[in-house]
């Protein structure tokens, strides 16, 4: 009784769920956004392609694996992982703006509402840019610096045992000395 009670109730919730309306998205897989002048989006999202805002997005703007360029305004966040943001004079994003392993670059009275980060990238802004929160940037020689040491260890580690092999076993004669 109480298992058929629940797949009622379960199948209530189903027809009385509100379908989700994403029309004023735009998510693209491998086709560039353009968000033209006086026009409006909510969300941005790409991957594997590029956005090009000059009117207004609503919402955030996400990219993977792509470029951001940002000649109007952005409410929300701006997010981009491989890629780079630029952002013409007088453009606003609302909230924070973040790069991962890519460039930022920004040019006069551009505001930042929050926070401006960059992990593993750089970037380039006048001092005219506004940010309203922290302003961080991990560079990316933080990332290689370790991988650099390693791969020493690594080096060191294989000299040291291809020069023990060659004290433990010497040529034999006949063995030309400039292999040796």
């Given at each position: 009784?109480?298992?058929?009670?629940?797949?009622?109730?379960?199948?209530?919730?189903?027809?009385?769920a509100v379908p989700a309306?994403?029309?004023?998205?735009?998510?693209?897989?491998?086709?560039?956004?353009?968000?033209?002048?006086g026009a409006a989006v909510?969300?941005?999202?790409?991957?594997?392609?590029?956005?090009?805002?000059?009117?207004?997005?609503?919402?955030?703007?996400?990219?993977?694996?792509?470029?951001?360029?940002?000649?109007?305004?952005?409410?929300?966040?701006?997010?981009?992982?491989?890629?780079?943001?630029?952002?013409?004079?007088?453009?606003?994003?609302?909230?924070?703006?973040?790069?991962?392993?890519g460039a930022i670059r920004?040019?006069?009275?551009?505001?930042?509402?929050?926070?401006?980060?960059?992990?593993?990238?750089?970037?380039?802004?006048?001092?005219?840019?506004?940010?309203?929160?922290?302003?961080?940037?991990?560079?990316?020689?933080?990332?290689?610096?370790?991988?650099?040491?390693?791969?020493?260890?690594?080096?060191?580690?294989?000299?040291?045992?291809?020069?023990?092999?060659?004290?433990?076993?010497?040529?034999?004669?006949?063995?030309?000395?400039?292999?040796?």
């Open positions: 009784m109480l298992q058929r009670l629940f797949a009622v109730i379960l199948l209530g919730a189903a027809f009385a309306h994403a029309d004023r998205d735009r998510v693209h897989f491998f086709s560039n956004i353009h968000v033209a002048p909510h969300d941005a999202i790409c991957f594997f392609c590029s956005v090009n805002v000059e009117g207004e997005v609503e919402g955030d703007v996400v990219v993977f694996f792509g470029s951001v360029h940002l000649a109007g305004k952005a409410d929300h966040d701006v997010v981009n992982f491989l890629g780079t943001v630029s952002a013409e004079d007088n453009a606003q994003i609302g909230q924070d703006l973040v790069s991962i392993f920004l040019r006069e009275n551009v505001s930042v509402g929050k926070d401006l980060v960059a992990v593993f990238g750089m970037v380039r802004a006048p001092g005219s840019v506004s940010v309203g929160g922290d302003r961080v940037t991990i560079p990316a020689f933080i990332l290689l610096l370790p991988l650099l040491l390693v791969a020493l260890v690594v080096i060191l580690i294989v000299s040291a045992i291809r020069l023990s092999r060659r004290r433990r076993f010497p040529p034999g004669p006949g063995y030309p000395p400039w292999l040796g």
